[in-house]
């Protein structure tokens, strides 16, 4: 899956409450735009071009699938949301919030209606000094200089003094508390791009599962009787052997882990897919392997119904998937409802994400940070 845009967004304020009016715009930035992933302090800055109070001044690090344009549209709303009625006036204005688009990763973007990087913000000790705050490595991609070298050679002598500090949303999630976490779900549910994407919100270590290389795959969406069992051996051979090599890379009472499968997955399909005298065989293995293996702190059960299921399959376009039945969606989903019930020692968390896209809709990402959350409390 394609990594997040990182985007910083430059927010001030001289009217009002302007430190309200900074801690709800970063909420509502949050909410309705794209995950906060740093925010910078709080600054007192003198107005620029103009004589009026001073401005509060902060800045933000934002992690977005979204276009520059959408970003800058959603930015807009926020600041209509917050009071801001913008003038036609020509020149600089006192206003309750003003929300700027500074970076979007490193390109330059040269529209009618939005340049990236913004074209002043070299000049700006309102915009540099909240950026250095953040730690970002980045380079302007015009000058070719860090915000620190922009800061040095910058033409503004104004004095802009800390405040406070800020406080982040996603301090407000502490999914760190749970060192290693386990997201699975149907074929087709999104786990893995659940995964990727939380991962680099919150700088996790990701266990993905390789499975496009296993030769048994095709041929037994074809002939599903003769190439159950080489299938079914041959994923939990792979599945312990990659969770041992990659967990063995992390310490699992430091590093925060999330991965998009746990071993067991593999005697959910095994028993769907194999015949009765097959399964046994297969289970006895199974058992003794799975004593080894290292329990995730919280393993999450994402739920989709079949109909939603088959949508992602075909939209995702794997050819040997295509084939895939609704019948069988039913019993895989089935299988692990059943046997997470069984669990009495797995901390399970069921999300059912059926009406749910949590790429395109970011309050639906944040649902689902919002459920493990809940469970944390």
């Known amino acids: 899956m394609k990594s997040q845009h990182q985007v910083v967004l430059s927010i001030g304020s001289n009217q009002g409450n302007r430190l309200k009016n900074i801690e709800n715009c970063i909420q509502l930035i949050h909410q309705e735009v794209g995950t906060v992933i740093q925010v910078s302090r709080l600054y007192e800055t003198p107005p620029w071009g103009f004589k009026s109070d001073a401005f509060y001044n902060c800045a933000l690090l934002l992690h977005t699938h979204s276009s520059a344009q ?129 991962a680099e919100d919150f700088n996790a270590k990701t266990v993905l599962e390789r499975f496009a290389d296993n030769p048994f795959l095709p041929k037994f969406y074809k002939d599903q009787n003769r190439y159950a069992f080489p299938l079914e051996m041959s994923f939990l051979a792979d599945r312990y052997q990659q969770l041992s090599d990659d967990l063995a890379q992390f310490d699992l009472f430091k590093d925060f882990i999330i991965a998009d499968y746990h071993i067991f997955k593999s005697l ?3 028993k769907i897919t194999l015949a009765e005298d097959e399964y046994r065989l297969y289970r006895n293995l199974f058992d003794i392997i799975y004593r080894e293996m290292p329990k995730p702190d919280l393993y999450v059960y994402l739920y989709q119904n079949t109909e939603r299921l088959l949508q992602n399959i075909k939209k995702r376009g794997r050819n040997y998937e295509q084939n895939i039945s609704a019948e069988y969606l039913d019993k895989i989903n089935n299988g692990y409802l059943e046997y997470i019930k069984s669990q009495a020692n797995l901390n399970v968390l069921i999300i059912d994400v059926s009406n749910r896209d949590f790429i395109k809709n970011h309050e639906d990402y944040l649902f689902i940070l919002n459920e493990i959350q809940s469970i944390i409390r």
Not at 142 to 153: M, P, W
Not at 180 to 195: R, S
Request: aromatic share 6%; net charge neutral; glycine share 4%.
């Open 268 to 270: 959910i399909f095994a």
């Open 70 to 198: 959408k970003i800058l549209n959603q930015v807009l709303k926020v600041e209509k949301q917050l009071g801001r009625i913008r003038s036609d006036e020509k020149g600089y204005q006192s206003r309750i919030i003003d929300v700027d688009l500074i970076v979007f990763d490193d390109k330059i973007i040269d529209s009618e209606k939005l340049e990236i990087p913004h074209p002043h913000m070299q000049n700006r000790n309102f915009v540099l000094l909240p950026m250095q705050d953040l730690k970002l490595n980045w380079k302007h991609p015009v000058f070719q200089k860090t915000i620190s070298e922009l800061i040095a050679i910058s033409p503004d002598d104004s004095v802009c003094t800390i405040v406070q500090d800020l406080k982040n949303p996603l301090s407000e999630i502490p999914l760190q508390r749970f060192n290693y976490i386990a997201f699975e779900g149907n074929i087709g549910a999104g786990k893995t791009t659940l995964v990727n994407k939380i």
